[in-house]
Every structure is written in structure tokens, then in C-alpha cells.
């Protein structure tokens, strides 16, 4: 079993940085693979980046390269979503999943473990 816990979510301004948390617990192979989706109103789930935690390989999404950054802290067991220069079409809720295989680019259907979320929200 593995546990997801996200934070560091809040509101910013245009242009603004943002650091989102995840913390990780449980079962180490099932969270060999763990992504960043986002969820906004009315929208599908969206994958943003993705990280193999075992090779520390990273996939981000052409959306959001250039202002985002996925990245790991092994010893903490935790997952970081750094995003720069938001815009107010990053408001979503955001959250991290993990997966013993995943998938790049990340899909719903290939993560079975989820966090609860964190709330985004870029004013203009």
C-alpha cells in the first residue's frame, strides 16, 4: 500500500513561483514511478511531469516545460513540483500518483495510487 500526501498548494500571482509537495509512504517498488497531474474545473486530468525515482529519469510535458520542474528528495521520501512564471491557466487542483511501472508520457490509467490533492490558484 502507498500513501500520498500533497502540500504547498496556495495563491499566487501571474508570473509568480510555487513549490508543491508530496509526501510518499509505503511499499518502496509500488512508487518506483511517481507523476504530477492537474485537474481543472470542467477539465480531464492532465499529466505534467513524471520521475523515475529508482534512475532519477525525469519526463515533463511540452505544456508546461521551460517553467516546471520535477524533482525528488530520496532521504525525505519526497516528490516536488517546482513551477515558475504561473499563469492563471495553471489554476487546477494538482496531485501526485504513483505506480510500480507508470508511463510516459504520464496517464490516469497507468497510476494507481493517488494523493488527495493540492489547490492552485494563479490570479491575473
Known amino acids: 500500500q502507498v500513501q500520498l500526501v500533497e502540500s504547498g498548494g496556495g495563491s499566487v500571482q501571474a508570473g509568480g513561483s510555487l513549490r508543491v509537495s508530496c509526501a510518499a509512504s509505503g511499499y518502496t517498488p509500488s512508487r518506483r514511478q511517481m507523476a504530477w497531474f492537474r485537474q481543472a474545473p470542467g477539465k480531464e486530468r492532465e499529466g505534467l511531469a513524471a520521475?523515475?525515482?529508482?534512475?532519477?529519469?525525469?519526463y515533463t510535458a511540452d505544456s508546461v516545460k521551460g517553467r516546471f520542474t520535477i524533482s525528488q528528495d530520496s532521504a525525505k521520501n519526497t516528490l516536488y513540483l517546482q513551477m515558475n512564471n504561473l499563469k492563471p491557466e495553471d489554476t487546477a487542483m494538482y496531485y501526485c500518483?504513483?505506480?510500480?511501472?507508470?508511463?510516459?508520457?504520464?496517464?490516469?490509467?497507468?497510476?494507481?495510487?493517488w494523493g488527495q490533492g493540492t489547490q492552485v490558484t494563479v490570479s491575473s
Open positions: 500518483a504513483a505506480d510500480p511501472y507508470g508511463g510516459w508520457p504520464p496517464k490516469v490509467a497507468y497510476y494507481n495510487y
Open positions: 520521475i523515475n525515482t529508482s534512475s532519477g529519469r525525469t
